[in-house]
T-cell receptor, first 111, second 114 residues
Framework: NAGVTQTPKFQVLKTGQSMTLQCAQDMNHEYMSWYRQDPGMGLRLIHYSVGAGITDQGEVPNGYNVSRSTTEDFPLRLLSAAPSQTSVYFC??????????FGSGTRLTVV | GESVGLHLPTLSVQEGDNSIINCAYSNSASDYFIWYKQESGKGPQFIIDIRSNMDKRQGQRVTVLLNKTVKHLSLQIAATQPGDSAVYFCAENMRGGSQGNLIFGKGTKLSVKP
């Protein structure tokens, strides 16, 4: 099925651990982005990429790294997890014709 | 369960009634607006969009109205059904939707009573 695939769906980390949230799309979209969603709030942009090899920071980039080595993949790395990073993370891809498509999310808990 | 609905404005309607969800956007330079529906445990799902050169756009059972003078956006859902129960977000974008970043509102929780 075409779309945006995020893995894992759930993750529990200890403070200080690192991990990578995976995001893959098979629609050949150039633009990909990562958002976090906290209770009672809308989605906030963490990082985005306008194409392979190009990334930039969004509204809340601290504590996260990204890379874009291929058009299909846009992983999000937590360098040293903190309880403040407990959130639901969404990856999205977009194109001129088809707008934004979101993945189903990764629920991360940092204890 | 999904916690995205905590502390959100809530609209409660009777099944079959029309629903109106409002949104104030922040940037007068935004030229593309989208309404998303988010059900518990799922990612945002596209409902309808509108560009700044329009003030109204209709879809199936949904209508979006744009008032650029007061930076206000609304989503009207006709004959609301239990399956419409979800959190609804408006989002704005300054590059026509093709690239650039979506800025999301905080959302409104729609609850449909059977």
């Amino acid at each position: 099925n075409a779309g945006v695939t995020q893995t894992p769906k759930f993750q529990v980390l200890k403070t200080g651990q690192s991990m990578t949230l995976q995001c893959a799309q098979d629609m050949n979209h150039e633009y990909m982005s990562w958002y976090r969603q906290d209770p009672g709030m809308g989605l906030r942009l963490i990082h985005y990429s306008v194409g392979a090899g190009i990334t930039d920071q969004g509204e809340v980039p601290n504590g996260y790294n990204v890379s874009r080595s291929t058009t299909e993949d846009f992983p999000l790395r937590l360098l040293s997890a903190a309880p403040s990073q407990t959130s639901v993370y969404f990856c999205a891809s977009s194109s001129v014709l088809y707008g934004y498509t979101f993945g189903s999310g990764t629920r991360l808990t940092v204890v | 369960g999904e916690s995205v609905g905590l502390h959100l404005p809530t609209l409660s309607v009777q099944e079959g009634d029309n629903s109106i969800i409002n949104c104030a956007y922040s940037n007068s330079a935004s030229d593309y607006f989208i309404w998303y529906k988010q059900e518990s445990g799922k990612g945002p799902q596209f409902i309808i969009d509108i560009r700044s050169n329009m003030d109204k756009r209709q879809g199936q059972r949904v209508t979006v109205l744009l008032n650029k003078t007061v930076k206000h956006l609304s989503l009207q859902i006709a004959a609301t059904q239990p399956g419409d129960s979800a959190v609804y977000f408006c989002a704005e974008n300054m590059r026509g939707g093709s690239q650039g970043n979506l800025i999301f509102g905080k959302g409104t929780k729609l609850s449909v009573k059977p």
